[in-house]
């Protein structure tokens, strides 16, 4: 069944594990521990976020109206989209359908740079009209108090989440290069798995993210 | 040791998989329930829009985790980690809001306005 029943090492076990199956065990736990730091680092985003919609409503409000709302639900469609390749990626790779997986794989990673170029749009029509955080806010149509905040939540949350896009994407891409040179099959595709984990994650967060910023 | 043992193990899908159809499905309720955010976003339904949008994109996250994160095949310790993280997020969400809910007008920063001041 697999390599590991036998004398011939396996190239994938590191010497520190008995056996891939406990090696297989101990790396999906790492994973879902640091995803679980990672749902920790949001949560106190989130949290900066309900203090200060508590305090400044009527601004949150405003200022979230004045938000592209077809540029977050594309970016919405795009990730849920991206979620579902990477998803079938791995279904792929674990029936060793190499082609199929990084057909897919090369799908998600389109999305991720989509879904950055529609950020950036939007970032840029953000510093046109001076809707910046804290002391650089100038934007004339929302003056009620509070509103710089909103503006400083905005940066701080969706930066934080496309700095996530972009580490996510690198690291399909890696997985991407390492798929088209064959190094994974059905009986080795833990790191296809794992990437896509993380993927998820950033599709996790945008999930809470787009409701709260631009739907309040 | 044995192959049979590790019940829980997420290889004992390795050579067949999921059918396609379960992700695709997935994807369609995700899209329907994008939908429903932006439907209800829009409406003014007062205090319950939070509720509503929150409910929404809990059971989105839920749909994520379990089916294309296959925490339905994910062993204990998986879970766990993951559960409780989301647990202690809870508390201290508690605690803050906690805080800002029995707060004295008087320690408000300039220009705030809460739900349930009196005067606005």
Redesign the interface.
């Known amino acids: 069944?697999s390599s590991s029943d036998t004398h011939a090492p396996n190239p994938h076990l590191a010497h520190h594990y008995e056996?891939i199956?406990k090696q297989?065990?101990a790396v999906?736990?790492g994973m879902?521990?640091f995803?679980?730091?990672e749902?920790?680092l949001f949560?106190?985003l989130f949290?900066g976020y309900?203090?200060y919609r508590?305090?400044?409503?009527?601004a949150f409000h405003q200022a979230s109206r004045h938000l592209d709302?077809w540029a977050g639900?594309t970016n919405?469609?795009v990730l849920?989209?991206s979620?579902?390749t990477?998803?079938?990626a791995y279904?792929?790779i674990?029936?060793g359908k190499t082609k199929l997986c990084a057909i897919l794989l090369a799908l998600t990673i389109l999305c991720a740079l989509a879904f950055l170029v529609i950020k950036g749009i939007e970032y840029n029509h953000k510093f046109q009209e001076g809707a910046l955080p804290g002391k650089w806010y100038h934007y004339a149509e929302v003056t009620a108090?509070?509103a710089n905040l909103y503006y400083t939540v905005y940066f701080l949350t969706t930066g934080l989440h496309a700095f996530h896009v972009i580490v996510g994407m690198s690291i399909l891409i890696w997985i991407l290069s390492r798929v088209l040179r064959g190094h994974f099959s059905?009986?080795y595709y833990v790191p296809v798995?794992l990437g896509?984990?993380y993927w998820?994650l950033v599709?996790?967060v945008w999930?809470?993210l787009?409701?709260?910023l631009?739907?309040? | 040791?044995a192959?049979e043992a590790?019940d829980t193990?997420?290889?004992k899908?390795?050579?067949?998989?999921?059918g396609?159809g379960r992700?695709?499905l997935?994807?369609a309720l995700?899209?329907v329930g994008?939908a429903t955010?932006?439907i209800t976003?829009?409406m003014d339904l007062g205090a319950a829009?939070?509720f509503i949008?929150?409910l929404?994109?809990s059971v989105?996250?839920t749909l994520?985790?379990l089916?294309?994160?296959h925490m339905t095949e994910?062993?204990g310790?998986?879970?766990l980690?993951?559960v409780?993280?989301?647990v202690?997020?809870i508390v201290?969400?508690i605690g803050?809001?906690g805080d800002?809910w029995t707060r004295n007008p008087m320690t408000?920063?300039?220009?705030?306005?809460?739900?349930d001041a009196p005067e606005?």
């Open positions: 069944m056996t199956e297989d065990y999906r736990l879902w521990l995803l679980g730091t749902v920790l949560a106190g949290l309900t203090v508590h305090f400044y409503h009527e709302l639900l919405t469609v849920i989209t979620s579902l990477v998803a079938l279904n792929a674990k029936q108090p509070g059905e009986s798995e896509g984990l998820h599709d996790l999930i809470f787009f409701p709260l631009y739907l309040i | 040791m192959h590790t193990h997420p290889s899908d390795a050579h067949h998989g999921h396609v992700y695709f997935i994807w995700l899209l994008t955010t932006v976003g829009r829009n939070i949008a929150l929404i994109a989105k996250a994520v985790v089916f294309f994160m994910a062993p310790a998986n879970r980690v993951f409780v993280s989301l202690f997020s201290l969400m803050v809001f800002l408000l920063p300039t220009g705030a306005s809460t739900f606005r």
